[in-house]
């Protein structure tokens, strides 16, 4: 299985459409690209293996990374709108005016859900992360708040 999450940049946070097979699936709230937040920004462009993980803390949740020893990045939930530390992935069902995420809990559980499914018939599931485009920043659209 092979979803594909479409992103788009703002100064705050970074904003994707997941999808399989040209069908959007949920929505993915990240914190903002490396240009406007040095630290704690989200995570690199590329094809990811999402894997299982499971902890007696957390229980069973999933994480892409591109090699199992490097970097693993983990899916989320939240509560509110506050996009936990550090970069990771969070499901929303749906955005609400002003960038407001909601039902985080109920698209992080769908996800996992079609993910195992994926795995226990034997697929490999990988995520493609793609930008729409990304133009350099400019003083008009640091103004505006979206910059791309």
């Not at 040209?22 to 989200?42: D, L, P, S």
Request: with cysteine.
């Amino acid at each position: 299985m092979k979803l594909l999450l479409t992103r788009k940049y703002y100064l705050d946070k970074t904003i994707g459409k997941m999808s399989i097979n040209g069908k959007t699936i949920m929505y993915i709230m990240e914190k903002a690209h490396q240009v406007f937040r040095t630290f704690n920004h989200c995570i690199p462009e590329g094809i990811y293996q999402v894997v299982p993980c499971f902890s007696e803390e957390k229980g069973w949740y999933l994480s892409v990374s591109r090699d199992r020893n490097k970097e693993v990045f983990e899916f989320k939930s939240i509560k509110g709108n506050e996009i936990p530390d550090g970069p990771c992935l969070v499901p929303v069902t749906f955005i609400k005016e002003k960038r407001i995420p909601m039902y985080s809990n109920l698209a992080n559980i769908k996800l996992r859900d079609r993910v195992f499914l994926a795995l226990d018939e034997g697929e490999e599931v990988e995520l493609e992360i793609v930008s729409e485009t990304f133009k350099s920043v400019k003083k008009r659209c640091l103004q505006k708040r979206e910059c791309i």
